[in-house]
């Protein structure tokens, strides 16, 4: 049980495109949604959370309208990169929690973005 | 506020050799604790992780890892290490007064296995 899975796993786009990645929970409600960033070799960055039918919470220095996230049900949540540029390549990875979760967190298997 | 301090981004053992991987942690309210594995291109797994239950913690693939509060510690150990714990580690805290689940992750720690 507990799985998460990441739409695509790995897009390459041309400058000033959009790319869109889902994170679906396919077996648990997640009430809560979160999506990093991840430079080689490094740690996650955590650029936001978000909850089931509000607004996602953005962290410090994570432009909100270049990253549009969506948390449209219980099972999705969505991460929209606008008009990317070769500055936002990178792994992306989602995870899920579920309430009264014990602050457990379920991973996805990341999406490769790479702009050209 | 919470944080998590990985001592070592590197770290080297012979196949069968003991693993240890060191995780301080820093916070105001009783913590959540957690380890996680990461294989390149790949999400993060759970290895284990710590909620106030027994200190010591076992998890999957051998792994266990003692909380203690006195130390601010929670080292992972494995007492005999194998060619496919070769990956990145990483420690995570967590606290039951933030948003479901946030956590703030360590730096990580690159597990080397020589035969």
């Known amino acids: 049980g507990a799985v998460v899975s990441q739409h695509p796993s790995r897009v390459i786009c041309k400058s000033g495109t959009s790319v869109k990645i889902e994170c679906r929970s396919l077996?648990?409600?997640?009430?809560?949604m979160f999506w990093y960033r991840q430079f080689p070799k490094q740690s996650l960055m955590l650029m936001a959370t978000s909850n089931e039918g509000s607004k996602a919470t953005y962290e410090q220095g994570v432009e909100k309208d270049k990253f549009l996230i969506n948390h449209a049900s219980l099972t999705l949540s969505t991460l929209t990169v606008t008009s990317a540029h070769p500055e936002d390549s990178s792994f992306y990875i989602c995870s899920a929690a579920r309430a009264g979760g014990g602050n457990e967190q379920f991973f996805g298997p990341g999406t490769r973005l790479t702009v050209l | 506020a919470q944080s998590v301090t990985q001592l070592g981004s590197h770290v080297s053992v012979s196949e069968g050799a003991l693993v240890l991987l060191r995780c301080n942690y820093s916070?105001?309210?009783?913590?959540?604790l957690f380890w996680y594995v990461q294989y390149p291109n790949q999400g993060l797994q759970l290895l284990l992780k710590?909620?106030?239950?027994?200190?010591l913690v076992k998890g999957i693939n051998g792994f266990e890892a003692e909380f203690k509060k006195s130390e601010t510690s929670f080292h992972l150990t494995k007492p005999s290490a194998h060619m496919s714990d070769a990956a990145e580690y990483f420690c995570a805290v967590s606290t039951s007064n933030t948003n479901a689940g946030k956590s703030t992750f360590g730096d990580g720690t690159t597990l080397t296995v020589k035969p």
């Open positions: 710590y909620t106030s239950a027994a200190t």
């Open positions: 916070s105001s309210v009783p913590p959540y």
């Open positions: 077996d648990f409600q997640a009430t809560t």
